[in-house]
């Protein structure tokens, strides 16, 4: 198509006839990827005060208002923004709190036909820290199908219940269809890694101040069983998350440590790290019930960058010496000890060897080595 035409094809986005708007944004979705090299020509900002990467700002209202046209328009729409939010500067142009609002308001609807496009849209935006902190900030639940369906007050919590929690709460027990017949919500765990990237995303999801909340309620621990999920998309980003957390120590106790007093999650760890080796029984008996007899079709985590991120986590963990030693009484060592003989990557290796020797190794006495065995130099994820 050429490009004249596809210009004209822009002015359409907004026709008051909405079959000319459903074909005019279907016709214009290829060219949004940022592989296309027609993107940058037809959605370009015309403004010469534009920042570099903008987009032209009508389009952009246009795509978001066509959102909450009919299902198929919709679903090119938040398709078509999904694809040109892979760029920051879009997303600033995006995410505003009534659209935020309305993305999420989309997400917790139960009868949604386009929650999960609304969820990978939602992930795009969460990149940035200041959609984060905006998010944390909005207001209860208004949706009228929140507020007045029923079936959501059997499923979920009353309709009071802050817009975040409630999409933590989609993610833990809507897997698999199982509230939304149209949405399995495992992008949401794409949202928590971004979350954790922040530290007012990571207090969030820890539960500490200033959005305080009892162990067993903490967003964390009701995404940390999904760390050997059969996707891979929510249990990566449910693995990001969790590192991501420990890089706040303060919390290191309250992440490690058991019911009821902590969020237990030292099992979601180290079970992808578990393959069908048996342990030793002397050893087995210290581990965490949840990875002692796992039986011979265990399988361990296949992916080799998930791997890396949970070894890296363990490694976060023991940066203090109270935690190592803990780490050391449940037996962490000889998980990764088998992890290692099967493992194949040198740079996974490498990380295992790196975690065994501050395992293993005699506890700092002087104030420079426990600096040296602190320094560990990983990033989020």
Excluded at 120 to 134: D, F, H, P, R
Excluded at 206 to 233: C, M, N, R, W
Aim: hydrophobic fraction near 40%.
């Amino acid at each position: 198509m050429e490009k004249e035409q596809l210009e004209e094809l822009v002015g359409f986005l907004h026709d008051r006839n909405p079959e000319v708007r459903r074909l005019a944004v279907n016709a214009l979705l290829p060219y949004t990827p940022a592989s296309n090299p027609k993107r940058t020509t037809i959605f370009a900002s015309k403004d010469s005060n534009r920042k570099a990467g903008q987009l032209d700002q009508n389009i952009i209202n246009d795509l978001k208002n066509l959102c909450e046209d009919q299902h198929l328009t919709a679903h090119d729409a938040l398709s078509a923004l999904i694809n040109l939010t892979d760029a920051d500067v879009v997303s600033e142009q995006v995410a505003d709190t009534d659209f935020l609002i309305f993305l999420l308001s989309t997400i917790v609807d139960p009868s949604a036909i386009l929650a999960d496009l609304a969820c990978m849209l939602w992930s795009n935006l969460t990149k940035l820290n200041s959609v984060c902190v905006s998010c944390l900030k909005l207001p209860l639940v208004g949706h009228s199908s929140i507020a007045e369906e029923e079936s959501i007050q059997k499923k979920l919590k009353t309709s009071s219940t802050p817009m975040m929690d409630l999409t933590i709460e989609l993610f833990a027990r809507g897997e698999s269809r199982k509230i939304n017949k149209h949405a399995n919500y495992d992008f949401l765990a794409s949202v928590w890694a971004n979350f954790s990237s922040y530290p007012d995303g990571r207090s969030y999801l820890l539960g500490i101040s200033p959005y305080v909340k009892p162990p067993s309620d903490a967003p964390l621990a009701q995404i940390s069983p999904f760390t050997e999920h059969p996707s891979i998309i929510r249990r990566g980003g449910s693995i990001s998350a969790i590192k991501n957390c420990c890089f706040s120590t303060d919390a290191h106790r309250r992440i490690i440590s058991e019911k009821p007093d902590g969020l237990e999650i030292l099992a979601s760890i180290l079970l992808p790290l578990c393959g069908p080796e048996p342990f030793d029984a002397d050893d087995e008996e210290h581990m965490p019930a949840e990875i002692q007899m796992l039986g011979s079709d265990k399988k361990s985590e296949t992916d080799l960058a998930l791997r890396h991120i949970l070894i890296e986590t363990l490694i976060l963990l023991s940066t203090s010496a109270g935690i190592r030693q803990y780490l050391r009484d449940k037996r962490v060592y000889r998980v990764v000890q088998v992890l290692h003989l099967n493992e194949t990557e040198e740079e996974v290796q490498e990380q295992i060897e790196r975690l065994v020797n501050i395992l293993m190794r005699d506890e700092p006495v002087t104030v420079a080595e426990t600096a040296e065995c602190e320094e560990l130099q990983l990033v989020e994820v």
